[in-house]
DNA sequence: GCATTTTGTGAGCACCGCTCTCTCTTGAGA
DNA sequence: TCTCAAGAGAGAGCGGTGCTCACAAAATGC
């Protein structure tokens, strides 16, 4: 009985994915596995050299001296090139938001979530064109292929999981904002059931909210709407961020310019027109 | 003494902005002005049918009925097409803010600030690819030329109208947040000077903040971040709007679920852990 | 050892942005 | 009113692209 026709890049994928603990099938599929390496290997070069739209697999595959028509062995479009590249992206960005979640792991949750949020904004300073293709305009026609979810929420749940060990160890309050409308709620509340049955409903909605805010923030600075108005980017952004930890309820660290146990209160910028408003 | 050798561009240009106030130069400005609004409409229509990647000169030529080379003639290449898009599109997306601006004069100031948000919003979920074009990756290498940034702060410019009115007439509270970072401070400063010099600094701070994060919100739904995570987007929208314009300071309406002066005190979100943070 | 599968090649198609040369029309100045 | 430079359009063409296809070589499984 023959195996299925495209059985040997499961197992390839495999291999790729655990490394050697398979049987090692053979010369082919390891040649294979190399190619198809060194193909996004140099294709990933020219994206961060050039930009999505300069990618071209003609060049890529000059560069790699073979003829452009054998790299259609390896990927059957171009767009398949372009999501095998967004997938390392988001597993790249992915994997320093998780990094510094670890490297933080007995700080204070607002301090793990300014360290999860700096390290996905340093990746995305560093490497411009491959934060675009994953978090500017989606340049595949609309697709969002079922292998790019994964990835592309690795931040995001290190972000959930530093707001959900804080709720653990008491260290998250409510978070700021109003009652939620219905909707946002139901919303909200079937999120939490997927990934955080133990979070408050309000925290839920309040991390999304602060989630695509973060990516605002880094957008806007990779993409040049910073140009001209802010200089300061880092210390800028790390100030939103530390306002976003506020703003989903984390609590900052002692070490901060208040040391008052409920240290909100004193917040209020210095030298402006103080008012009435707690917040 | 002849004139300047692109003298009529201007000529051109003016005419198209200013309407027919100056003398009807002759047919053949007239024709030019003409043929480049069809082209840019043409080009509009695939850019919003098919996306910037795949709008391409020969098609819209094609379209028109004139060979491909005549359209160079208009417009030196197709990043100028584009860039002239990317100029309509900050017109447009500014324009319904504007306008909301305006339609909520003499509205609340959060309520000012939510309208503006919401058109801006609501003009990118009806037309995604051009606010791709403006908001998303940088297409044109690297240009963000001297044309592009008026239009393109029109939209900032209208929230910074909102908080600087709510400011005059005494509506406008302290930002939330720590006290800003030096050089956040020096940025925000340097800023108030060229847009807002009335504006304390820290509300500065926070509306660059909130502009960014606004878009953010705007990104993630329109590039699909939001997909199978919000479906809500609508009330998801407002609720963070709201949530912005009172991290910016701005004071509510009066008709808010709290009849307090005061309304922020009471607003913790009901049902989840009440803590000692005042937010 | 042989049949089958897989990999690589080169030609070729249709399309792209852009340039160049050519013709025709237009309109301003003598 | 006539002239002639300048503008506008057409068409061919260059080098590039993504992608397909028929074909040859190499590795694999029986």
Redesign the interface.
Known sequence: MARAPLSFLFDALELWQNGPMSVIKGARERARIEVTAAIKEEARRQLAAE???RLSLRSVARELGMASSALYRYFPSRDDLLTALIIDAYDAIGAVAEQAEADTEHAAPADRWIAVCRAARDWAVRHPHEY??I?????P??S?PQDT?TP?SRVALALVRVVRDAHRTGRL????????????R??AGR?AAEIAPDL????I?AL??AW??????V??EV??????????RG??F???A??LA??V?LVPSAA??TGS??P??A?????????????
């Open positions: 930009g999505a739209v675009a293709l978090y500017g305009s989606p340049v026609g609309y969002a979810v592309a309050g409510p978070p700021q904002g109003r009652p939620l409308a219905a909707p946002v139901a919303d999120l408050p409903i309000a925290a909605a999304v909210a695509a805010q973060v990516f605002g923030i957008s806007f993409f040049g709407q910073f140009n001209r108005v802010v200089e300061a210390p800028f790390d100030q939103s530390a306002a506020a703003q309820g901060a310019d146990a409920t909100r209160s917040d209020a910028a210095p030298g402006d027109t103080p008012g009435p408003y707690c917040r």
